[in-house]
């Protein structure tokens, strides 16, 4: 240890490092993370001991993928539920998606608005995501240097008139100017031409709502996408991957220098087409949940690397706007407290470790969003952690989740993995599913 400086000391006989795991103690000091010692190394005079035993030390989870809603639809969401519920589930670092709040962050001022309404409410460190709409191409690269870490777009209609979607030519566009400064564009691809041409019966019968969503309309959508990052040599993202049919084409595009991630998300590698009961619109999401089948092709995709990272694209909204009609009820699974014990029930069935869920759910986010701080538990990173009983079970109540409505796809589920504490920049924000004060920093691309 570098001595003086070390004020916590973090001891488990499970630490997740990016060498895998192994019982060790992690000095902490001034919030980053000193040195991975050996366990039994001598505590520094001075400094604190935390020993969490046989629980499993993890990186905090990263999420890039929130609509936090706020400010505008603070009744859906807000910085200060979000973050609360966050804190809860393991994650310490959440980007918010740029759509769903009023207003959306399609203009620096925009941003500015959004950031003062989070910064006193986050409970972790929280960024953001600028949007491409048609109108800005003039604001991306201002948006850019104001701090957001990357731009998203629809492809599709957004489910908000204030959020229009881009065509294939306003793509080109966008993602050129984007490429032109090395951004990143994340893109929801969806191709609006195969849900125009997909049967819209609506009504309370999953399959026909997964019938007017159909996998050639992402499948479309990305070969779309790799064709034009191709051209330019634009980095590009592909959101909240559903369709496994996708997954060769990816696969052939990254073995050909291609520069496109993707993620999915935990609704999709854990909830099946199958389960959904009609009428049950919490499970609504676009691009929807497919077959068990798909799912068992999305788990491979992860397991060759085609995947990159999960995140939970928690959209919620209120109970109200969850009719029990497909075609009318608001798209958008709310899990973000949930997200680590869902991944990590599937993920041990699957013989996955919980150093892949970390790569998946922490260190791959991270490097998607440039995060060099985040994402790790090595030397120089934040000391940002999540403490996990892996073995330990709970049944999902939505009384108990922090998020503001509380509608969950996951209700009544059995799922392994219990969160015990979570740590941000060195400090306690929550235990025992109690969260403390709202103490999260706001960050912005390469501060
Ligand atoms: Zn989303």
């Known amino acids: 240890m570098s001595g003086a400086d070390v004020e916590l000391v973090l001891r488990s006989t499970r630490v997740v490092t990016p060498d895998g795991t192994r019982p060790a103690a992690v000095a902490v000091a001034d919030g980053r993370i000193d040195a991975v010692l050996p366990y039994g190394t001598e505590v520094p005079p001075g400094a604190r001991l935390e020993d969490f035993g046989d629980d499993v030390l993890l990186p905090g989870l990263v999420d890039t993928h929130v609509h936090v809603n706020d400010p505008g639809r603070t009744e859906w969401e807000g910085f200060f539920t979000a973050t609360r519920a966050a804190a809860a589930g393991g994650i310490t670092t959440l980007l918010d998606m740029p759509l769903n709040s009023l207003p959306p962050t399609t203009t620096v001022g925009h941003l500015r608005t959004k950031q003062q309404v989070a910064a006193p409410k986050a409970h972790i460190d929280t960024g953001f995501w600028g949007g491409a709409i048609p109108s800005n191409v003039k604001d991306l690269r201002p948006l850019y240097e104001a701090g957001v870490f990357g731009f998203k777009c629809f492809l599709s209609p957004s489910g908000v008139d204030e959020f229009p979607e881009l065509d294939q030519e306003q793509l080109a566009r966008s993602m050129a100017e984007i490429a032109g400064f090395g951004g990143l564009l994340i893109v929801h691809a969806e191709d609006p031409r195969h849900l125009d041409s997909a049967p819209q019966r609506g009504g309370p019968a999953y399959a026909d709502f997964l019938a007017s969503r159909p996998r050639d309309a992402e499948n479309t959508a990305i070969e779309g996408l790799i064709a034009h990052a191709r051209r330019l040599n634009a980095r590009v993202h592909v959101l909240h991957l559903s369709s496994s049919d996708a997954l060769p084409m990816i696969a052939a595009a990254k073995r050909e220098g291609v520069r496109i991630t993707v993620e999915s998300c935990p609704h999709f590698l854990t909830l099946t087409a199958e389960e959904v009961p009609d009428g049950a619109t919490e499970f609504k999401c676009c691009p929807p949940i497919r077959e068990a089948a798909n799912q068992d092709a999305l788990w491979e995709g992860l397991a060759d690397g085609t995947i990159d990272c999960i995140v939970s694209d928690h959209s919620p909204c209120t109970t109200e706007l969850k009719t029990p009609d497909f075609a009318s009820a608001w798209g958008g699974i709310s899990s973000l407290q949930l997200g680590l014990p869902a991944i990590w029930t599937e ?71 219990v969160v015990k504490s979570t740590w941000l920049r060195g400090e306690r924000i929550a235990a025992d599913g109690a969260v403390a004060g709202p103490t999260g920093r706001l960050l912005e691309r390469n501060h």
Do not use: C
């Open 347 to 417: 993920a041990r069935g699957r013989g996955h470790s919980l150093d892949d869920v970390a790569r998946w759910m922490s260190a791959a986010p991270a490097r998607l969003a440039g995060l060099t701080r985040k994402g790790a538990i090595e030397a120089g990173r934040d000391a940002d952690f999540a403490v996990l009983a892996p073995d330990e079970t709970f049944t999902v109540d939505p009384a108990e989740l922090f998020h503001r409505n509380q509608v969950t796809a996951y209700a009544g589920k059995t799922l392994h993995g």
